[in-house]
């Protein structure tokens, strides 16, 4: 295996890494922009008010996105599963 061939599957770890967050992160800063502007206005601040809403918000994401999050976990594994006899011999 030569060097080349390490950094591509260092980036493709890294960028499966970031597709498996994007979801959850960017349904956590949604809510937490749009609690966050209901804070100000309304002036109430308190701390689990936006907490419970996001921790919902995040379950959700999960639930939606979950299934196309392991089919590609599972798709990578399986990639590299099959690069094994390549990496030995």
Known sequence: ???????????????LSVLLAAPLLLAALAAGVLIGMFQAATQIQDMTLSFIPKLV??????????????????DFTHRMFETIPVVIG
């Open 1 to 15: 295996m030569t060097p080349e061939d390490v950094i591509e599957v260092g980036r493709q770890a890294m960028t």
């Open 57 to 74: 918000v995040f379950v959700i994401a999960l639930g939606i996105a979950g299934p196309w999050m392991l089919r590609l976990a599972i």
